[in-house]
T-cell receptor
Framework: EPEVTQTPSHQVTQMGQEVILRCVPI?????FYWYRQILGQKVEFLVSFYNNEISEKSEIFDDQFSVERPDGSNFTLKIRSTKLEDSAMYFC?????????????FGSGTRLTVV | QKEVEQNSGPLSVPEGAIASLNCTYSDRGSQSFFWYRQYSGKSPELIMFIYSNGDKEDGRFTAQLNKASQYVSLLIRDSQPSDSATYLC????????????FGQGTRLTINP
């Protein structure tokens, strides 16, 4: 069964450092997303990406965050200057079409720990 | 701001019984709903989605939607210990939007 692949599975970084979280969505999918989940809290939407541009972003996704699809397969989330409160599980997801027909497939996640 | 609310549990059900998980939502215009299962430390996994009033069955799982009461539920028949997980209810942020708004999840434990 096709999978969304995320790397690394766990990243520890110092406050103020830049991190890049990587995702390889399912190959024929068109919509890409990043979500995060702080320990014990809800899964929260960060950003959606379609047709090589951001289609929607949340208030969490401020100027410290950016996304990129540098080639035909990878989808990355960059946090420019990490804060302690950025510590969370970050999930990439992809979808072959609209929500109504498909839902999402989530990747296994990257646990980001900011120290 | 759309809200999706779930009882966080924990909900404890004996093996073989029916587990009933509930979710309410604030936006009367919501058209579709998704149930995800999340094992501890893992990513959400789609179980099923529903967008019509009434019931939708898939194996041991039945989703029920009541738009008048703004209520969606998930029934798990013949519960197994492997069903022990957190169950997340989600709805699209806006009509036609691609983002999902998740509830806080209900932790379900199936006791052998």
């Amino acid at each position: 069964e096709p999978e969304v692949t995320q790397t690394p599975s766990h990243q520890v970084t110092q406050m103020g450092q830049e991190v890049i979280l990587r995702c390889v969505p399912i190959s024929n999918h068109l919509y890409f997303y990043w979500y995060r989940q702080i320990l014990g809290q809800k899964v929260e939407f960060l950003v959606s990406f379609y047709n090589n541009e951001i289609s929607e972003k949340s208030e969490i996704f401020d100027d410290q965050f950016s996304v990129e699809r540098p080639d035909g397969s990878n989808f990355t989330l960059k946090i420019r200057s990490t804060k302690l409160e950025d510590s969370a599980m970050y999930f990439c997801a992809s979808s072959g079409g609209t929500l109504l027909g498909y839902g999402y497939t989530f990747g296994s996640g990257t646990r980001l720990t900011v120290v | 701001q759309k809200e999706v609310e779930q009882n966080s549990g924990p909900l404890s059900v004996p093996e073989g019984a029916i587990a009933s998980l509930n979710c309410t939502y604030s936006d009367r215009g919501s058209q579709s709903f998704f149930w995800y299962r999340q094992y501890s430390g893992k990513s959400p996994e789609l179980i099923m989605f529903i967008y019509s009033n009434g019931d939708k069955e898939d194996g041991r799982f039945t989703a029920q939607l009541n738009k008048a009461s703004q209520y969606v539920s998930l029934l798990i028949r013949d519960s197994q210990p492997s069903d022990s997980a957190t169950y997340l209810c989600a709805a699209p942020g806006l009509q036609g939007a691609q983002k999902l708004v998740f509830g806080q999840g209900t932790r379900l434990t199936i006791n052998p």
